[in-house]
Structure formats: C-alpha cells, structure tokens
C-alpha cells in the first residue's frame, strides 16, 4: 500500500545541517504494522513528520519518494495533500501529545475538530460520531463531556487514537504511543491497537525505542540508526536472528525473565547528525568494525527476507 523511497528530511541548526532522516526506505501493506525502532534522537519522529508533510521552517532539505496506492505524497500540491490525504488517508498520533489539549475546552470538542474543520460539520453532528469512536476505543461516550484533567493518561491516549481516527484514514501513524504509560495500561492500549488493526484494516507505523514492545504489534520491524534505517525484516526473524550488530546489541540490552543476569549495553553515544561518521554510522560503537567500516559506506544487503547495511555480509569483505 505505502511505499517509501529515500525519504530525506535535514534540518538547519546553529550547528550546520542536522541529517534527520537520510535516504529511508520501507513498504506497508494492507493491515500491516511497520515498527521503526531506534534510540533517542535517531530521526523516528521526523520520519513520521516528514510522511504527513508537517515541516518546521528550518528545513533543508526535504525529498524522496512516498507512493500511496500510486499516489506520491511527497509530491502532490501542498493545498491537495491537505484536503485529501493528510487526516483523511495518513493520521498521526503525535509523540507527548495526550499532554497537549487544551485544558479549558471539552475532550469531545477538541476530539471533533478534524470533523468541523475538514468536513464542514456541525459540532452537535460531529460529536454524535466522536461518542460512536469513544466507545470503539473502550472509552464511555460520556467521556466526550470532560475537560481533559477529568481523564487518567491512558483514556487521554484513547480520546487521541480516537482523533487520529475521526476520519478513517488507511495509514495511522504512532509515535510512542506508550511510553509515558505504566506498564498495564500500555499493555491496554496494546490490545486496543491490535483490535483496530482486525476491526477495520488499518496499517500502522508504531515508532518506539522499545524493540520487545513493537515485537508484539509489528509485521515488519525496521531498525533505524542516525537517520538511516540499519535493519529492515520481519518481526519474529528480527527477533530471534537480527543481523546488524546494533540490532544485535539492543536485543542484549532488553532484560528478559530466561536471559543473563547481567545485560549488555551499547558502548559511547549516537553521533552527532549534523557530521555523522564516514563510512558505516556505526562503526565507532560497534564490537565487530574493521578497516572497510570506517571508510565505506555499506549499502542495503539482502539476507534473505531481510536487508542490512553492514560490510559483514558483503560476499568480498
Ligand atoms: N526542528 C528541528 N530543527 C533542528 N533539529 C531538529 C529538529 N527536529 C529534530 N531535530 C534533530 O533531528 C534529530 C532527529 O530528531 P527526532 O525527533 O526525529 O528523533 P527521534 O528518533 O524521534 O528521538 P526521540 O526518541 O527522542 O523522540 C535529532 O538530532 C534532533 O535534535
Ligand atoms: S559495517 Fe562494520 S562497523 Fe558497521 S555495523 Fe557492520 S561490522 Fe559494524
Ligand atoms: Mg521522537
């Protein structure tokens, strides 16, 4: 269904040129759930950004390739992209942003805006559909008729799940949805994720630094590292044989109820985007570099269904 191809967003900073996201590339089916994983400040929220055309002023660069159903987003007018995809086709569920109503109006208001401002309905119209979404997202309708501190964090993060949906997009867009949850109502959300997914087709970008977490949820998970994508597989393969060593290296990292007592870490820090290290992005953290790593920049290989970038599974090293 969605199709991404060197999808480019680099930003102007005091510093130079941040490379956010440099050249990404994945593929999303029907009813299929993309993870991207990576660690802090590794460009997961600008990929999201960058697919819903929400750029900041400081831009400098934007490109790629995003074909949905044939359609390129990237490209298509901006006042079209507005009017008939953004919200309508590819919604998003913004990293913080259950913390961001607006505390003197509503939940149900501010949930049906989408309705309002896209589709010229009435409000009193409006909130009878945000009440039927309230309740498919385990929310009682009356909920619509709070401020938004008469709600608990997870029902905040329903009331925003039910506004990324208020106008049936194909594509839902979720940048970590859970992580400022305790681990029950996570565990809730989860389930109500998976639910959607069955109930009305809905593919699904699920961003998270949390690779156990998206496991659960994901098809295909995609590992991202300093603005590239590093491993790209099928969820349960990723799991049990990643590839990249940086995969390999936040798999150790994860504690599990079976697994060593103590656990790895990943030593030094993520560079620093706006010079990022020649050659493989990696190689000064990484356990297994040698001489072409640190001057060559690895491609995608195909290791079967997956595909990595690391001179390790080069046939000539
Ligand atoms: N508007 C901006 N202007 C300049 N630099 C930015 C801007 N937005 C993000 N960045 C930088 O781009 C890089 C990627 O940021 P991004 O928010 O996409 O990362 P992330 O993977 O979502 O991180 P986190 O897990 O902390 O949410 C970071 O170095 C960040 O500082
Ligand atoms: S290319 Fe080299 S430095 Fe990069 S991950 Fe592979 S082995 Fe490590
Ligand atoms: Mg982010």
Redesign the pocket.
């Known amino acids: 269904m969605l199709e991404v191809e060197g999808l480019t967003l680099h930003y102007y900073s005091g510093g130079g040129v941040v490379k956010a996201v440099d050249g990404v590339g994945f593929r999303i089916g029907e009813a299929e759930t993309l993870g991207l994983v990576g660690e802090s400040g590794c460009g997961k929220t600008s990929t999201g950004l960058a697919l819903m055309r929400m750029l900041p002023r400081n831009v400098a660069h934007f490109g790629g390739k995003a074909l949905l159903d044939g359609i390129d987003l990237l490209s298509l007018e901006a006042k079209r992209f507005d009017m008939e995809i953004r919200w309508r086709v590819v919604s998003m569920v913004f990293q913080g942003a259950m913390n961001s109503f607006n505390p003197v109006l509503k939940v149900g208001h501010q949930v049906a805006e989408p309705l309002v401002v896209k589709e010229g309905q009435r409000m009193e119209e409006a909130l009878k559909t945000v009440r039927s979404l309230f309740r498919q997202v385990g929310l009682s309708e009356e909920v619509a008729d709070r401020y938004p501190h008469e709600l608990s964090g997870g029902m905040k993060q329903r009331a925003m799940i039910a506004m990324a949906l208020v106008l049936n997009p194909k594509l839902l867009i979720l940048d970590e949805p859970t992580s400022a949850l305790d681990v029950s109502v996570q565990t809730q959300i989860m389930n109500l994720l998976k639910r959607l997914k069955r109930e009305r087709g809905l593919s699904m970008i699920f961003i998270t630094h949390d690779l156990a977490l998206v496991s659960d949820i994901a098809d295909a998970v995609a590992v991202m590292y300093a603005g590239e994508i590093v491993e790209y597989g099928v969820s349960d393969d990723m799991l049990t044989s990643p590839l990249?060593?940086?995969t390999q290296k936040l798999l150790k990292s994860i504690p599990r109820l079976k697994g060593p007592k103590t656990l790895e870490y990943i030593p030094g820090a993520p560079p620093n985007l706006v010079n990022p290290p020649p050659g493989?992005r990696?190689?000064p953290r990484?356990p297994?570099?040698?001489d072409r790593?640190r001057n060559e920049k690895?491609y995608d290989i195909k290791k079967g269904k997956a595909s990595v970038k690391?001179?390790?599974y080069a046939l000539e090293r």
């Open positions: 990249h060593p940086y493989c990696f190689h990484c297994q570099v040698f790593c690895p690391c001179w390790l």
